[in-house]
């Protein structure tokens, strides 16, 4: 009897039991009960249950209206959805009906679609795919987390002329893109695109980006191989291989570029139809096609560039403002002393004829186009220009136009105005093929043949210019400077050089980096030195606070105008975090400040 006893009261123990564990899977978060498995086409309105979670992928699954109808995938918050190896779940098709899917958690209680595998890897699953008819509308992954999908080299997620909302994600660890999008405008938006191989690749379509953070993808945070990227707003892209290729009128406004191996922003070639501003993110923009500046129809397109900007040209590309016929196009590039803009070869080891130079054309808007405390150098590519103006007047001064395989500035109609300028070690510093250049106060120095030369009548009048030599231009000249042709009045000439001319020093690396011992060794390496007395090294406590100089006295300039120098400088601060900015003083005092460069010293 008392056995008996015993028994039924451990049956009725293990009823409570469960009843009590079901409960407490069913009402607390994070503790689910039961699987569910899933696999084929859901043709009607379905929702997965958090009771039934995790919700296990076993094989394919589809979410596709029968007919012409619609059928919805609801996912309620804290689901956890696992894929077998190789699965995926595809919302709509290519024909036939549409799909839906709806998968909305919450900062609480998240949605994650992941591996089935007990230890998960990238490239597990397939992906979630949403195809051409995917009910844009009804379709929104929010709060969701999507990782190690990418199997065969995809992706987490995959965009076919479909344009879901994807918002507060985190998308990561597929074996090849997080999104990739071929065709449609995916919003995506307060999500986070982490160590996968491509953040965002963008095949086809127009995907907005905004406030977002693209870290530690091993290639780039975002790829625009097709279509078009319009806008990469307030994100953070920092840590991946490559930052960002996009278009050249992508809007980055808000973003920020920092960390990257390769600090640089990609350009695809393309055509800047509206006013547009390419931003100092220090990051270099890399021209990876020819680039047009030119407004829509009969309008105008202006591209502003900011001071301290650098602009690189991989081998035969160009930028090119207007054109022989339609709209007109500007560019404002107007630096300053202390933060110039830089044109220059995207080539490790630089050379004359890296690329195809500057071109205004026809159509340039003249009142609206300034080259101002720039640098252009390395261009001429095809035994051509840095800089081309055809019936074209843009305003140039204060600039460094040198290194150019054959012209310095070609000029092919027009009356293109050039003061307080260095022209130099160009095969000719300016060539006038047709129209009225004026050229003053420039210093045009070291060109191989001639300084100016005009091929034909009316005379060109080239005032006030020092051409390296106290005794002026040789040639026609009577002097030892740089040679002037036939067709050019070069009187009078400078004495000395002019002392309006802006520093020319073009900055490879600038580094700090703390030792074990407590010294911060700066180093600093520069490509070319065009009239450089030196530099100073300063110091501060906060990015944006007082800076105080290290040096005693400038340290001396080692490099010239064809060849540049490494250099190095040790401190010792102390402990805690500092700041050090680099400056250039050229020979006519004006400075510029590189930098800031953080370190953090621990002893």
């Known amino acids: 009897m008392d056995g008996r006893k015993l028994y039924i009261g451990y049956f009725a123990y293990v009823i409570a039991m469960i009843i009590a564990l079901t409960f407490f899977a069913q009402f607390t978060p994070g503790v689910t009960w039961a699987s569910t498995n899933h696999s084929g086409t859901i043709s009607a309105d379905e929702t997965w249950s958090y009771a039934g979670s995790p919700h296990i992928i076993t094989g394919n699954v589809i ?30 098709s290519s024909s036939g009906g549409q799909g839906a899917l709806y998968a909305v958690g919450n900062s609480g209680s998240p949605i994650t679609f992941t591996s089935n595998a007990s230890i998960p890897a ?13 009910d844009d509308a009804g379709t929104t992954l929010d709060y969701c987390t999507i990782r190690y999908g990418g199997r065969s080299n995809t992706y987490n997620i995959y965009c076919s002329n479909s344009s879901p909302a994807i918002q507060h994600c985190t998308i990561s660890n597929s074996a090849n893109y997080g999104i990739y999008t071929a065709g449609g405008n995916p919003s995506i938006s307060y999500s986070t695109i982490s160590n996968n191989n491509q953040g965002v690749y963008v095949g086809s379509g127009k995907p907005s980006i905004t406030n977002g953070n693209m870290t530690g993808n091993t290639l780039y945070g975002v790829y625009c191989a097709g279509g078009t990227v319009d806008t990469v707003t307030n994100c953070s892209i920092t840590g991946n291989g490559t930052a960002l ?10 973003s920020t570029v920092s960390g990257n191996t390769n600090n640089i922003i990609e350009l695809n070639s393309g055509t800047i139809q509206t006013d547009f501003t390419w931003r100092n993110m220090n990051a270099s923009y890399v021209f990876f096609g020819n680039v047009i500046v030119q407004g829509s129809g009969s309008g105008l397109a202006t591209l502003t560039i900011e001071p301290g900007c650098e602009v690189k040209f991989n081998p035969g590309t160009y930028l090119q403002i207007g054109s022989s016929s339609g709209g007109q196009g500007a560019l404002y590039a107007a630096g300053n002393s202390g933060s110039p803009i830089t044109f220059t070869s995207n080539e490790s080891s630089p050379a004359p004829g890296d690329w195809n130079g500057i071109r205004f054309l026809d159509t340039t808007d003249d009142t609206g186009t300034t080259l101002a405390y720039c640098t252009i150098r390395y261009g001429g590519r095809g035994s051509t220009y840095n800089i081309y103006c055809s019936n074209s007047s843009p305003a140039i001064q204060h600039c460094t136009i040198s290194n150019s395989l ?4 070609y000029t092919a109609g027009g009356s293109p105005s050039i003061v307080c300028s260095a022209i130099s070690y160009n095969n000719v510093g300016v060539y006038v093929a047709g129209g009225n250049p004026s050229i003053s106060d420039c210093n045009i120095t070291g060109n191989t043949v001639y300084g100016v030369q005009k091929s034909a009548t009316p005379t060109l009048t080239v005032e006030n210019n020092w051409w390296g030599h106290a005794s002026g231009p040789g040639t026609v000249g009577p002097g030892s400077g ?49 009239d450089n007395a030196g530099f100073n090294i300063y110091r501060s406590r906060r990015e944006n606070g007082t800076y105080t100089g290290l040096n005693n006295a400038p340290i001396p300039s080692q490099g010239n105008e064809v060849a540049g120098a490494s250099y190095s400088f040790e401190d010792k601060p102390g402990r805690g975090t500092f700041y050090y900015k680099l400056e250039d003083v050229d020979t006519s005092g004006i400075s510029t400040m590189h930098g800031p460069e953080k370190v953090r010293v621990k002893k």
């Open 245 to 254: 290729r996009v278009m050249p009128y992508t809007n980055l406004a808000g």
């Open 406 to 409: 054959n012209y310095g500035i």
């Open 63 to 92: 979410v596709q209206g029968s007919g012409s109808g619609l059928a919805t995938l609801t996912i309620e918050p804290g689901c956890e959805v696992k894929f077998n190896i190789g699965t995926y779940l595809q919302i709509g």
């Open 482 to 530: 740089d040679k002037v042709s036939n067709y050019v009045d070069y009187t009078p000439w400078l004495g000395s050089p002019a002392t309006c001319v802006a520093t020319a020093i073009e900055l490879v690396s600038f580094t700090a980096d703390a030792e074990d011992d407590g010294t911060v060794t700066l180093t600093w390496e520069t490509a070319t030195e065009v």
């Open 122 to 134: 990238p490239g597990d699953w397939g992906s979630i795919r949403f195809h051409d008819t995917t």
